[in-house]
């Protein structure tokens, strides 16, 4: 009977770890000059009160590989974090990705603790060929789909 016990509780251990996923959304410069990204993150009444950010950048060719290990932190000259306004501005070089944030298990619009608790409140990107800005539900819907672990938005 032990035997079985500890079989049945290590099965279900594996299979609560294999469902395990974070699903990432970035920003994606695909244009051939640098762009401006600013984002809002939203006061949630469970996270920090300040924000302890660190912009992370990949090359758009090493994207959407499974290597995490290629993001990169940005040098403190290529962005910006204002505390009192909650924004984070980013100067994104061609071609390059912005991370803006995770979170675990996504589903999107089906779920309603999804929409409620994405930290991202407005995301606006600025360079030659104009300005995209989205607000509220806009913002988390401006991320495109494009795996179950990756949404990006993309400036062309």
């Known amino acids: ?63 959407e590989t499974k290597d995490k290990g290629e993001w990169k932190k940005l040098a403190p000259d290529r962005f910006c974090i204002d505390q009192v306004d909650r924004t984070v501005t980013v100067t994104l070089s061609a071609h390059e990705a912005l991370w803006v944030t995770t979170m675990p298990h996504y589903i999107g619009d089906k779920d309603p603790n999804d929409v409620k608790n994405f930290p991202i409140d407005e995301v606006s990107v600025t360079g030659a060929g104009g300005e995209m800005r989205f607000t509220g539900d806009k913002a988390r819907n401006a991320f495109e789909r494009k795996s179950r672990v990756l949404y990006v938005l993309s400036y062309k």
Do not use: W
């Not at 251990?13 to 469902?19: K, V, Y």
């Not at 970035?26 to 244009?31: F, G, H, I, T």
């Open 1 to 63: 009977m032990r035997c079985l016990l500890i079989l049945i509780l290590l099965l279900l251990t594996i299979s609560l770890a294999s469902c395990s996923y974070s699903t990432d959304f970035v920003v994606l410069n695909d244009a051939n000059y640098p762009i401006q990204v600013v984002y809002k993150i939203k006061s949630l009444p469970h996270g920090p009160p300040s924000l302890a950010i660190e912009p992370m950048v990949v090359s758009s060719a090493y994207l």
